[in-house]
């Protein structure tokens, strides 16, 4: 079987909307082979381009009757998940996952112990900083969020609203995480986040 035939059945075998890096496939040739095939089976539309050496097997919307690309979040988690690198969104994108926002930031923002790189996915862009390993160690899926959202708003902003919002959501996190994440936040936010205990 020859090396465009061992990448298609690969592809093929995954389901729509599985990302794909250049590297998944190191394996099976050398760098420029692979970027020769892969630019090929995007031309066939075996395969989209995200982004720089990332491409996504299509998935296609059965009530729009199109295609469905990976959103730049699933990107940004599966370039994490690829370099064992931990993320941590940054206080707007977290403002908005928290519904805090209704914004939908173009600039996507993460934390990471992994390298610092930016990556334009359509007119989004991904940006991966490097922070402290104190910041990463948040745990909770809620609170770690909270935390990034509270810093973003400042102390002396965070409205009342917000605040109940916020105890509201945490009321929902992992009490273990929560008293873990409280005692790893500024003292301000953590007085916030003890409010849902």
């Known amino acids: 079987m020859s090396i465009d035939n061992k ?3 690969r592809i093929n075998k995954a389901k729509g909307g599985t990302i794909f890096f250049a590297d998944d496939f190191i394996d099976l040739g050398n760098q420029s082979t692979i970027h020769t095939i892969l630019h090929r089976l995007e ?3 075996v395969l989209s381009r995200v982004a720089h050496g990332i491409y996504a097997k299509p998935k296609v919307s059965e009530l729009l009757n199109q295609e469905i690309l990976p959103s730049a979040e699933e990107i940004a988690k599966a370039i994490a998940k690829r370099d064992k690198a931990k993320l941590l969104p940054s206080g707007s994108y977290a403002q ?3 519904g805090l926002s209704t914004q939908v930031p173009l600039r996507l ?3 990471t112990d992994g390298k610092t790189r930016t990556i ?3 007119n989004r862009t ?3 900083k490097r922070t402290s390993p104190k910041n990463l160690a ?3 899926k809620v609170s770690k969020l909270v935390v990034q959202a509270l810093r973003d708003i400042g102390s002396d902003k965070v409205s009342p609203e917000e605040q109940e919002k916020i105890i509201q959501l945490l009321k929902k996190e992992d009490i273990k995480d929560l008293k873990q994440d409280i005692a ?3 003292q301000w936010i953590a007085e916030i986040m003890a409010k849902a205990l």
């Open 7 to 9: 990448i298609e059945t």
């Open 43 to 45: 031309k066939r539309k």
């Open 96 to 98: 908005y996952a928290l």
């Open 109 to 111: 923002v993460y934390y």
């Open 120 to 122: 334009k996915v359509g």
């Open 126 to 128: 991904i940006q991966f």
């Open 138 to 140: 948040l745990s909770g």
């Open 184 to 186: 790893l936040a500024p």
